[in-house]
């Protein structure tokens, strides 16, 4: 079987045409001589996919791949990105002595969607599935920094960090915090992202400021970023 056909047609012409919009967007006469596919099949399968939403069309009408492919493609990440937190999560804990955490963005909200807690003694409690604010902490200014300059302005609304402090977090690729989401408690977060670049996670760290102190980027700031990059690295693994 050659491996561009699978045997069934209709789909693999769906594919070639998924395919072709990959490479950024055509009109009907393009997917029609960059396919090979006849006219009003390729016509009738980028409706149909249309339909699904796997396809759209951009303002002059060209076909472009549709969101329904975004979303399959970061729930697959999210998958992958879940199955390696706990390991890489309990590892980081293990290095610092501190509880560690995985969140992810969710609208104006970020979930905690996996960690290791400390084994022993005071720490900062996150349970998996606890939605915490956007405005404040460390991870809050991860998922925030990289975005583009309308939503960072968006989501300074309120917040209790600067556009100078996530500034200074691109710059060095980690961000702090002490006692700016609860009183009493410091973090430093890392991003992780997809293949593609984008950030998708934050990596964090927690525990009260007695024992990580003003600066707590300064000792463990390594270590984040150290576990977020391999955290990256398993997910552009094919």
């Known amino acids: 079987m050659n491996r561009n056909n699978s045997g069934v047609g209709v789909l693999d012409k769906a594919v070639a045409i998924l395919s072709t919009l990959e490479a950024g967007p055509h009109s009907l006469a393009e997917l029609v001589a960059t396919t090979g596919i006849a006219r009003p099949t390729a016509h009738r399968l980028a409706v149909a996919l249309e339909f699904h939403r796997l396809v759209a069309r951009d303002l002059t009408g060209r076909f472009v791949l549709g969101p329904r492919s975004a979303e399959l493609g970061a729930a697959a990440g999210e998958d992958r990105l879940l199955a390696a937190a706990a390991p890489a999560l309990s590892a980081l804990r293990d290095a610092t002595g501190e509880s560690a955490q995985l969140y992810r963005r969710q609208g104006d909200l970020r979930i905690c969607v996996a960690v290791a807690e400390r084994l022993s003694g005071l720490r900062d409690s996150v349970p998996v599935g606890a939605a915490l604010t956007m405005q404040a902490g460390s991870a809050a200014q991860i998922l925030l920094a990289w975005e583009d300059s309308e939503k960072i302005h968006r989501?300074?609304?309120?917040?209790?960090?600067?556009?100078?402090?996530?500034?200074?977090?691109?710059?060095?690729?980690w961000a702090q915090s002490v006692g700016e989401r609860e009183a009493g408690v410091a973090s430093v977060s890392a991003p992780v992202r997809a293949p593609n670049g984008k950030v998708i996670a934050a990596v964090s760290i927690s525990g009260p400021i007695e024992r990580l102190g003003r600066q707590p980027g300064r000792i463990h700031a390594a270590a984040v970023v150290a576990t977020a990059a391999r955290l990256t690295e398993y997910l552009t693994r094919e």
């Open 155 to 173: 989501g300074l609304t309120n917040a209790r960090f600067t556009a100078a402090q996530l500034s200074a977090d691109r710059r060095r690729g």
